[in-house]
């Protein structure tokens, strides 16, 4: 299974679907739009253009999780920000499947050997697992907190 981040270099990686082999889909950002509003996965969807073909969604879920994603007509990749982790690359039409895996608990976040790194892993069957860090100062949400402590608690 592929490990994606946000280094420009791994971008070739995901021209292709890795389940199908096919292109990525180009996003239509009404569509987009609304795909994420039916999910039902958020409490609050705002949607800010910021050009034209492109927006900005601010999404809030019950669970305290905050997602900023962005968008732009006719690519096949969004940046997906969530609550300081800033994801580049992430195919458009996988985005709501990455964000249920993250308000699904079904990430990992560990911190680094000197502590002063938090380390985010989404992980997406089939595709890969996308990993972005951020710089830790004492401020771990709730949701990360409970993503470390079930991580140690189904460690062998």
Same mark, same amino acid.
């Given at each position: ?27 239509? $950002? ?5 795909? *994420? !509003?039916? #999910?039902?996965?958020?409490?609050? &969807? ?5 050009? /034209? ?48 895996? $993250? ?5 990992? *976040? !560990?911190? #680094?050997?000197?502590?002063?790194? &938090? ?5 997406? /069957? ?31």
């Amino acid at each position: 299974m592929g490990f994606w981040s946000t280094w420009r270099e791994n971008r070739r990686s995901l021209d292709y679907s890795r389940r199908s082999g096919e292109r990525w889909p180009k996003a239509d $950002v009404p569509e987009f739009v609304a795909a *994420v !509003e039916a #999910s039902g996965l958020f409490e609050s &969807v705002e949607a800010a253009p910021v050009a /034209p073909g492109c927006v900005d969604l601010y999404l809030e879920a019950a669970t305290g999780q905050s997602f900023v994603v962005m968008v732009a007509d006719g690519l096949d990749s969004c940046r997906v920000i969530c609550d300081g982790y800033v994801f580049d690359w992430v195919p458009a039409c996988l985005v709501l499947e990455f964000l249920r895996t $993250v308000l699904a608990g079904e990430i990992d *976040v !560990e911190f #680094s050997s000197s502590r002063r790194w &938090v380390r985010l892993r989404v992980p997406l /069957p089939g595709e890969g697992t996308w990993a972005e860090s951020r710089l830790f100062d004492d401020d771990l949400a709730p949701w990360e907190a409970r993503a470390i402590s079930s991580a140690r608690t189904s460690a062998p």
